[in-house]
Structure formats: C-alpha cells, structure tokens
C-alpha cells in the first residue's frame, strides 16, 4: 500500500541528517484528525483484467476498525472520537491517567481498562495510555531509522523505516521504492513541525490533519462523565477515612 504516487515524490539531491528532534510531541493545546484505510478494503474486481481495485463490503470487515480519530488534547485532558467503518462513534477521554469508555449508543461511561478486565467491553475498547509524544505507535522514530527527506505536495517530510536506508540506496529510486514499499512500516514527519503527517503500519495507512487554529480552553469532561468521576472521588475520600479510623 502506497501513501503517495511516485510520481509525486521527489528527494532532496544531499541527504543530511535532520538536526534538532525527529518528533515533537503534540503541543499541550492541539487537535488533530487521523484518517485510516486498510489494505484489505480492497481487493481485486471478479474478471477484471486491469486488476482494479474495488471496494469490500463493509459488513465482511472487521468491526470496530476506526475510520476517523479525532483527538483534543489541552494539557493532562485528552479527549479521543472515534468514528469506525460502520459509522458508528465512540468517545474516550484520559482524565487524572484515568481512561473513560463511552460505546456508540451507551449512556454509561466506564473505566476501559477495568471493564475490560472484568469482560464487560470486549479489547477492543481499551486504548493503551498516550505515550509521551501523543502519537501511538510512533514511539520507533530514531536516528537509527532515518532513510531520507521528500516532498509530499507542499510539505517536505522525513522518511523513518525500520534500519533506515543509505544515502545511495535512497537517492536510487527503484531501490528507494522497493525498500519503502517493503518495510513493515513507515513514517513520514513534517520536517518543519516536527509533527507526523502519515504512518504506514500493518497493513494500514493513518494520515494526519492538525486542526488550526488549535483549541485554547482546557477540555471539560461532558456533565454526566464529571459527576461519575466526582462520586468516584468521594468514595475514595469516604474509604479513606474510614481506615484513618482507631479501632
């Protein structure tokens, strides 16, 4: 699965070694959308000889696959909307390193990793916390990694695959495609953000979309999940004083 079309890639003619960070972590008020497609969406037409790509039914693909995450972040307050190929949309939020659960058509919120635990939402509904940088499963972005720069459109990116690529591999462009083409995963990051732009991995391709102007309120959790944490808060105060007790 390809990002981009080759054509529209081209390399710088040095290839030097970015100074600075490889990835920045999202900024302590930001917003942004990742789009998903899958590889298995598609697949090729009955009888066609041009072996063009049609799309699957959505019911013959897995369900709870996102197709758009939007993710608020406004200090520690994280808020995830997940809408998934059905159309369906469920919300998360990581409040206190605490993550809440709210599936399409619920009105409960639930602590996901309990819920989970105790097989009340399937795994599906657990989101492992935010790494440091934000950005799932971007956490291999190193020097060791580094293949490159290219300009995607307007944007000129850095290019990470596993093991990276030598200059005159990279500058080769068979070779540059056959490698990236090939590589379990790759990341492109905006060489003057910092920020990611697409993640190819396992068979899926995110692209992503910072919203600007960024929000500049701290996220506040919706009434019904705020008074749960509340209760939440006071049981714990209440059992707390409980043992402080003397028999």
Same mark, same amino acid.
């Given at each position: 699965?390809?990002?981009?079309?080759?054509?529209?890639?081209?390399?710088?003619?040095l290839i030097q070694f970015p100074t600075g960070p490889l990835l920045r972590p999202?900024?302590?008020?930001?917003?942004?959308?990742?789009?998903?497609?899958?590889?298995?969406?598609?697949?090729p037409a009955a009888g066609s000889a041009s072996k063009a790509n049609v799309p699957?039914? !959505?019911?013959?693909?897995?369900?709870?696959?996102?197709?758009?995450?939007?993710?608020?972040?406004?200090?520690?307050?994280?808020? !995830?909307? =997940?809408?998934?190929?059905?159309?369906?949309?469920?919300?998360?939020?990581? !409040?206190? +390193?605490?993550?809440?659960?709210?599936?399409?058509?619920?009105?409960?919120?639930? +602590?996901?990793?309990?819920?989970?635990?105790?097989?009340?939402?399937?795994?599906?509904?657990?989101?492992?916390?935010?790494?440091?940088?934000?950005?799932?499963?971007?956490?291999? =972005?190193?020097?060791?990694?580094?293949?490159?720069?290219?300009?995607?459109?307007?944007?000129?990116?850095?290019?990470?695959?596993?093991?990276?690529?030598?200059?005159? &591999?990279?500058?080769?462009?068979?070779?540059?495609?056959?490698?990236? &083409?090939?590589?379990?995963?790759?990341?492109?990051? &905006?060489?003057?953000? #910092?920020?990611?732009?697409?993640?190819?991995?396992?068979?899926?391709? #995110?692209?992503?979309?910072?919203?600007?102007?960024?929000?500049?309120?701290?996220?506040?959790?919706?009434?019904d999940l705020a008074e749960q944490i509340k209760k939440g808060k006071e049981a714990?105060?209440?059992?707390? #004083?409980?043992?402080?007790?003397?028999?």
């Amino acid at each position: 699965m390809s990002i981009v079309r080759a054509s529209s890639q081209q390399t710088d003619d040095l290839i030097q070694f970015p100074t600075g960070p490889l990835l920045r972590p999202a900024p302590e008020f930001s917003e942004w959308t990742i789009t998903h497609s899958y590889s298995d969406e598609m697949t090729p037409a009955a009888g066609s000889a041009s072996k063009a790509n049609v799309p699957r039914e !959505i019911a013959k693909l897995p369900l709870l696959r996102p197709r758009r995450t939007i993710t608020t972040k406004t200090g520690g307050t994280v808020r !995830i909307v =997940i809408i998934d190929l059905a159309g369906k949309t469920t919300e998360k939020w990581f !409040i206190d +390193g605490v993550q809440f659960t709210k599936p399409d058509g619920s009105d409960v919120w639930y +602590g996901a990793n309990k819920a989970v635990a105790a097989g009340i939402l399937p795994d599906a509904y657990y989101s492992a916390p935010l790494p440091a940088s934000g950005f799932q499963d971007l956490d291999w =972005i190193a020097e060791g990694n580094y293949a490159g720069a290219i300009q995607l459109g307007d944007i000129k990116c850095l290019v990470f695959v596993p093991g990276g690529m030598t200059p005159d &591999d990279w500058k080769d462009a068979k070779k540059r495609k056959a490698k990236l &083409d090939s590589a379990e995963k790759v990341a492109y990051i &905006d060489a003057d953000s #910092r920020l990611p732009v697409a993640l190819r991995i396992l068979g899926e391709v #995110r692209q992503f979309q910072f919203t600007n102007p960024a929000p500049t309120q701290m996220l506040a959790p919706p009434p019904d999940l705020a008074e749960q944490i509340k209760k939440g808060k006071e049981a714990i105060a209440n059992l707390l #004083r409980s043992a402080a007790r003397p028999y």
